[in-house]
């Protein structure tokens, strides 16, 4: 299996406003609530090797995650550690995991001309196998300041995770989507795009963008943990309309919190047939990494 969405539980890594927006979200019971959660949140946050991340690997027979790295410093507060000392320290535990891990670099462009150089630099070394997106900081797939990206990852075949879908309260929500990601396709005809959770939050919409873009766009289902299985099985009713186009993510730590994942994964094999877990669980994630290389 590969897991195309997870997030390395290191404190040092993640903007205080997500994780007090986290927090805020888990519990709404007033000021003091909330900071109590958000302690402990910070405690739980110590994954910083990640053996507790490939651990969780082990235990539901995931071969190989992908960890992303998610640019919220301008938008909710830079973390402790600097955008640069947050993909070196990615590189270390990707290389201390012997394969099992790897990472897609954070991209914001509201950091101008550094967070394209910070791209180039990462994806050209081992170990960086992509890029991630989070337009609700404040920006939209189709701006022109993210014409570089667009056209660096087309040009050297790098793939991309984008967020899609509500974010926190306090971040805002892309208005152009999901026409601004047919314009970034129609203008970069060779890139490949995957929508992080839009088989979850809009799977209907999602598998007819899908469908117009066969060779370039994917979706995630992470945050599959968190819904119904009566919903479940209608989501992978509409996976299998688009077979291979669909990845596997889970989302994790957040899973932690909100689910049991090995018995949600036990219900997805149960209803799919061996051909289309395969794809799911790992076959059409090596497409979308790897592209005719896959």
């Known amino acids: 299996m590969i ?27 007033g000021p003091l609530g909330r ?19 490939l651990s969780q690997m082990n235990a539901h027979g995931i071969a190989k995650s992908v960890m992303l790295i998610a640019d919220f410093g301008p938008a909710l507060g830079e973390p402790e550690l600097t955008i640069e000392e947050i993909h070196q320290h990615h590189a270390e535990v990707a290389e201390a995991s012997d394969g099992r891990l790897t990472f897609f670099a954070g ?20 170990g ?3 890029v991630k997106l989070y337009p609700p900081c404040g920006f939209e797939l189709d701006d ?51 929508l992080a959770h839009g088989m979850v939050w809009d799977p209907e919409g999602t598998v007819k963008l899908l469908r117009k873009y066969p060779g370039n766009l994917y979706a995630d289902i992470s945050s599959f943990h968190q819904i119904p299985d009566g919903d479940l099985e209608l989501m992978l009713m509409l996976c299998a309309e688009v077979p291979d186009q669909i990845l596997f993510g889970s989302d994790a730590p957040l899973f932690d919190f909100s689910g049991d994942l090995t018995a949600k994964i036990g219900k997805m094999r149960g209803f799919l047939t061996d051909a289309q877990a395969g794809k799911l669980f790992e ?12």
């Open 107 to 126: 991209f914001d462009p509201s950091r101008g001309a550094s967070a394209l150089s910070t791209v180039e630099r990462w994806t050209a070394l081992p």
């Open 3 to 29: 897991d195309i969405h997870v997030h390395l539980a290191d404190a040092r890594c993640i903007s205080p406003g997500f994780i007090a927006g986290i927090a805020g979200s888990m519990l709404e019971d």
């Open 144 to 194: 022109e300041r993210m014409v570089p990206l667009w056209r660096y990852c087309s040009d050297n075949g790098v793939p991309v995770l984008t967020h899609s879908g509500p974010s926190l309260p306090t971040l805002g929500r892309a208005q152009r989507y999901p026409h601004s990601v047919e314009e970034v396709v129609r203008r970069f005809p060779d890139l490949r795009i995957a």
């Open 283 to 294: 076959l059409n994630a090596r497409t979308f990494l790897y592209g005719a290389n896959a």
């Open 128 to 130: 960086c196998e992509g």
């Open 35 to 53: 900071s109590g959660v958000e302690r402990a949140l910070r405690l739980y946050l110590l994954d910083r090797h990640g053996n507790r991340l």
